[in-house]
């Protein structure tokens, strides 16, 4: 952890994995067994639970909560106050055990807007775009923009953040990337500055 700057109002568990370059602000805490990747960002009040997997270059905005089940991967996103779940049928009076938590994947590159809702049990796609304030209640495809509750595919986005508007199902970002569309599932099919390189 030495080349990881932790505030001094933070607490951070003995036996959790900082990454270099990351940095812990003030009233985090940070959960014995947690690994967290190279220049991550935790924001104001940030929770990181027991075991959870963190990727690197991932910005946690003011008052996220990242329970045990959760795992986020490279260039994640997560806005202010956006809440994952890892119990489906919660009980005060019965307490599950960690090995009976729902897991959640959060893949590449995915942004969940401010007070958005991730209930666990369910994948978020490579890039795709959480709207603020939307509910997660299914798996959230590769590139898809849901908004609302329960969040709805209402387009899709470029690994940049753009929109993307498909025609004959081919789509090309301002950025220069390029993507394909079948029966919904978009991918990049050419990356920003591949066909520049072609041209020199």
């Known amino acids: 952890m030495a080349d990881a700057?932790?505030?001094?109002?933070?607490?951070?568990?003995?036996?959790?994995?900082?990454?270099?370059?990351?940095r812990i602000w003030h009233g985090c805490h940070v959960m014995a067994g947690a690994v967290i990747g190279d220049d991550c960002v935790l924001g104001h009040g940030v929770f990181v639970g027991r075991d959870v997997r963190i990727g690197s270059r991932v910005k946690l905005q003011n008052g996220v909560s990242v329970f045990t089940g959760v795992v986020l991967e490279d260039d994640v996103f997560c806005g202010p106050g956006c809440v994952f779940t890892n119990v489906n049928r919660p009980r005060a009076a019965f307490p599950k055990e960690q090995d009976d938590y729902e897991s959640t994947m959060v893949r590449r590159g995915a942004t969940i807007g401010a007070n958005a809702t991730i209930l666990c049990g369910h994948t978020i796609g490579e890039h795709a775009f959480v709207a603020a304030g939307a509910v997660v209640t299914s798996d959230v495809p590769a590139h898809a923009l849901v908004v609302g509750s329960p969040a709805r595919i209402?387009?899709?986005?470029?690994?940049?953040?753009?929109?993307?508007?498909?025609?004959?199902?081919?789509?090309?970002?301002?950025?220069?990337?390029?993507?394909s569309e079948v029966d919904g599932v978009v991918e990049e099919i050419c990356a920003r500055g591949a066909d520049a390189g072609s041209r020199e």
């Open 5 to 22: 700057h932790v505030h001094p109002s933070a607490f951070v568990d003995d036996g959790v994995t900082l990454g270099k370059g990351t």
């Open 154 to 179: 209402q387009g899709h986005v470029c690994a940049c953040g753009e929109p993307l508007g498909f025609e004959d199902h081919r789509a090309r970002c301002p950025c220069g990337r390029t993507y």
